[in-house]
């Protein structure tokens, strides 16, 4: 079975600073990876995905994320968070012939004036 | 761009009632997705459909069935509603590609539920 963790519930960082969350996957095949950011009171938006073209990642609004097999990681970075930033962040892995996605449990992302 | 919407922002039900959450997706895509989200617990899978008239179960798929008659509607349906069942939920629909990449999941604004 698959599954992701995401290290962090809630991650507070003040605007202008480093943005990094943290994901990691369990699977036992080279997985299809996602980063997703959910606005108050919003469905899920797709900011990057990870399907084995790159091991570097560019997503919208200037968010990044680097798969490392080694690591089974797929943190999102964003190198100077603005306020408009503030969300919920989700990480979920896939396997290509099943179709179903597996989500983390989510980060809150909070941004200090 | 692709369009999913849900019949409802926000619903309000009383415990024991027959509910009905609808989804419709306006790309042709062949699978579509229903799941609740709580907090600290991400999204779950309740139930999947990757054809007209085919369903398959999710993770937590008890307490719920779905229906989809047509290729563009997918509807969730609460047989007799619970407290327990009081969440948002989310629809999400996708292609089935062809070639080697997997196509994300589009979603909706999502239905916040609530039974009293």
């Known amino acids: 079975a698959q599954s992701v963790t995401q290290l962090g519930s809630h991650v507070s960082v003040s605007e202008g600073a480093l943005v990094l969350l943290r994901c990691n996957y369990s699977s036992s095949v080279p997985p299809y990876l996602f980063w997703y950011v959910q606005y108050p009171n919003q469905g899920l938006q797709l900011l990057l995905k990870?399907?084995?073209?790159?091991?570097l990642v560019k997503g919208i609004n200037g968010f990044e994320a680097e798969f490392k097999k080694s690591e089974t990681s797929f943190h999102l970075t964003k190198p100077s968070a603005h306020m408009s930033d503030a969300a919920e962040y989700f990480c979920?892995?896939?396997?290509?012939?099943?179709?179903?996605?597996?989500f983390g449990s989510g980060t809150k992302l909070n941004v200090k004036p | 761009d692709v369009k999913v919407t849900q019949s409802s922002r926000y619903l309000v039900k009383r415990t024991g009632e027959k509910v009905f959450l609808e989804c419709v997706q306006d790309?042709?895509?062949?699978?579509m997705f229903w799941y609740r989200q709580d907090p600290g617990l991400g999204l779950r899978l309740i139930y999947f459909s990757y054809d007209v008239k085919m369903k398959e179960k999710g993770d937590i798929p008890e307490g719920y069935s779905v229906s989809r008659e047509k290729k563009e509607r997918f509807s969730l349906i609460l047989e007799s509603a619970s407290t327990n069942q009081t969440s948002m939920y989310l629809c999400?629909?996708?292609?089935?590609?062809?070639?080697?990449?997997?196509?994300?999941?589009?979603f909706g604004p999502g239905t916040r539920l609530t039974v009293t």
């Open positions: 979920a892995v896939s396997k290509y012939n099943f179709n179903k996605f597996y």
């Open positions: 990870y399907t084995s073209a790159a091991t």
């Open positions: 790309m042709d895509h062949e699978n």
């Open positions: 999400a629909s996708s292609l089935t590609s062809g070639g080697v990449d997997l196509d994300e999941q589009y």
